[in-house]
């Protein structure tokens, strides 16, 4: 399984940006891929998670409002759609896969992670 995350950029503060994660190799359906960031000097933070069957969704509360996970499984793609960026927005995004529940947080959980997407937002 790998991951491919896309999308990242240079942009200013209250523009939006889609992050695409590509999904190739084997995959299931009960797997959920999730959007993680890492900003400088930080932990690494869980944002949302959705289901690759279903489309259900699970958000830290840091993301909800702004941010919207989706996936078009004719394309093996899962999308964040992110909103009014602000500079603390400004970090390493990317994604990663686990078989189960996308109703799980911890990065320990997901076994299978793309490399990272900059974002940086300016002031």
């Known amino acids: 399984v790998q991951l491919q995350a896309s999308g990242g950029g240079l942009v200013q503060a209250g523009d939006s940006l889609r992050l695409s994660c590509e999904v190739s190799g084997r995959t299931f359906s009960s797997v959920a891929v999730a959007w993680f960031r890492q900003a400088p000097g930080k932990e690494r933070e869980f944002l949302a998670a959705i289901s690759w069957s279903g489309g259900r969704t699970y958000y830290e509360d840091s993301a909800k409002g702004r941010f919207t996970i989706s996936r078009d499984n004719t394309k093996n793609t899962v999308y964040l759609q992110m909103n009014s960026l602000k500079p603390e927005d400004t970090a390493v995004y990317s994604c990663?896969?686990?078989?189960?529940?996308?109703?799980?947080?911890?990065?320990?959980?997901?076994?299978?992670w793309g490399q990272g997407t900059q974002i940086t937002v300016s002031s």
């Open positions: 990663a896969q686990r078989i189960g529940s996308p109703r799980v947080s911890s990065l320990n959980d997901y076994h299978y």
